[in-house]
């Protein structure tokens, strides 16, 4: 469709720059913590921009913001660019072939989403310069999305505190607002110490803190059955004690990633796990520490906000994806099951169509969805200003995130095409706000009403410093 807005057009000129910064970073795939070359591409776009730019925000060396404008609301527009480990995959293939073995990888298509809020705020910030209108646009460069939770240490650093509304999107299979769910969840690394001896000669005298791991999973897996339907609890193993067999384990570390519905659930289940750890050092008379890592809320919903952006996909549609794109998509999905593809139409709530290859619709506000949630660090930004986030297809329908079916898509025209789509959703959802301050006003009473029942508590406490050195080893 041809563009109307003077925002999608702003949008439109910067399309090919934008598709050179998404192809970079995701060239660069950096994990949690270590997006030092990303974030330096991010930079270097903000200068080029004209934004003012704080950088290590929040003691987070690669968290950047950048912003433009003065007086007013200030809108921010969120992005991402850390990348999933052992994820790296060729671009433009649909067949399995690593990069590098065991290299990282954009799983998850977040070289696609930084850029695309970065093409969004920029477009916003010379529409705002064009009407002379008072406001402030913000990009936030955000690091460690994947189990980082950055933007919970963004947040309690009280980067938001000023901020009137917050706007996202992510990359998915079909096009539509995002809705509002996902698992609060807490990341909880349990050392155990014991006392080391040889496995044979004196048995007697060692105490295994492999031992005590081993029957702390057993107990978080038998609590699962007294546990909300959509409760998780996953763990792995950080230090298993060694490799030699005849030797005791004085020491070992797992980490328990705990999931529920909301922080009160969340919280009730931590405490539940904290005693399953006593019990097991109790029975192999080893002690046990504990040290939270990671931490992030549940998403609470703004529809004021929510209304705002579905205006702005039903005026753009989904993504103008044509012949040649459905070829290669069609490709990806011959590696992919049945199972998948049905997945992708439940998560929208939509009847199964095995021959769409790629998402040609925008979803409905109020739909029906099925399907488990993961969580977000999103969330907690959710908890301190309104916020929205759109979901845009850039990849077949069918394709599931944190695999490399996903990387392989990565650098493809239809995630190109999805990308710049998301950018001008953002920007149009964002221009509306300042020039309609009642939308605005709205959200923030909706917001403030959620918070008077059911008030913010930071998941991380406060002595928790961003795990820089915890993420970057793993």
Not at 229 to 243: E, F, Q, T
Request: aromatic share 6%; glycine share 10%; charged share 25%.
């Amino acid at each position: 469709m041809k563009n109307t807005d003077r925002v999608w057009d702003l949008v439109d000129s910067r399309r090919e720059d934008y598709i050179g910064l998404s192809d970079r970073v995701f060239d660069l795939p950096e994990i949690a913590y270590t997006e030092f070359k990303s974030v330096a591409e991010h930079k270097k776009m903000l200068e080029q921009e004209g934004f003012r730019i704080t950088e290590g925000v929040a003691g987070i060396p690669t968290a950047i913001v950048g912003e433009a404008g003065d007086e007013g609301p200030v809108i921010a527009i969120l992005g991402e660019f850390d990348a999933l480990p052992e994820l790296g995959q060729v671009a433009g293939i649909a067949e399995h072939q690593p990069v590098e073995a065991g290299g990282p990888g954009h799983g998850c298509g977040h070289n696609l989403l930084g850029s695309a809020a970065l093409m969004a705020a920029s477009a916003v910030k010379d529409y705002l310069a064009e009407r002379g209108l008072k406001g402030r646009v913000r990009y936030y460069g955000c690091p460690a999305e994947e189990g980082g939770a950055a933007k919970t240490f963004m947040v309690r650093a009280g980067l938001f505190d000023d901020v009137d509304a917050a706007i996202s999107w992510h990359p998915a299979t079909f096009t539509g607002v995002n809705e509002a769910k996902s698992l609060a969840n807490t990341r909880i690394d349990f050392t155990f110490h014991g006392r080391a001896a040889h496995a044979a000669g004196a048995p007697e005298l060692g105490r295994s803190a492999l031992d005590a791991i081993e029957l702390m999973n057993v107990g978080v897996n038998y609590m699962r059955e007294h546990m909300p339907d959509d409760a998780r609890v996953h763990y792995a193993y950080l230090d298993a004690g060694g490799i030699a067999p005849n030797v005791v384990q004085s020491k070992a570390t797992v980490r328990q990633l705990v999931r529920a519905r909301n922080l009160k659930e969340l919280r009730d289940l931590i405490g539940r796990v904290h005693k399953i750890a006593e019990g097991a050092a109790l029975m192999t008379e080893t002690t046990v520490e504990s040290s939270v890592v990671s931490g992030v809320s549940n998403l609470l919903g703004n529809r004021p906000l929510e209304e705002s952006m579905q205006r702005n996909l039903d005026r753009l549609g989904a993504p103008d994806f044509d012949e040649t794109d459905r070829i290669f998509a069609n490709k990806i999905r011959e590696t992919l099951s049945e199972d998948n593809i049905h997945v992708s139409f439940r998560r929208i709530g939509a009847e199964v169509d095995p021959d769409l290859a790629l998402c040609d619709f925008v979803a409905p506000l109020d739909r029906k969805s099925e399907g488990g949630e993961g969580s977000t660090d999103v969330g907690d930004v959710s908890w301190a200003v309104p916020t929205v986030q759109a979901r845009v297809a850039t990849c077949a329908v069918g394709t599931p995130f944190h695999t490399w079916q996903l990387t392989a898509q990565g650098k493809a025209p239809a995630a190109h095409k999805g990308m710049v789509q998301a950018a001008k959703i953002m920007a149009g959802t964002a221009v509306d706000l300042f020039e309609d301050t009642g939308v605005l006003n709205q959200a923030v009473d909706a917001h403030k009403a959620t918070l008077a029942k059911d008030p913010y508590a930071c998941p991380i406490p406060e002595e928790v410093a961003p795990p820089l050195k915890a993420m970057s080893n793993q």
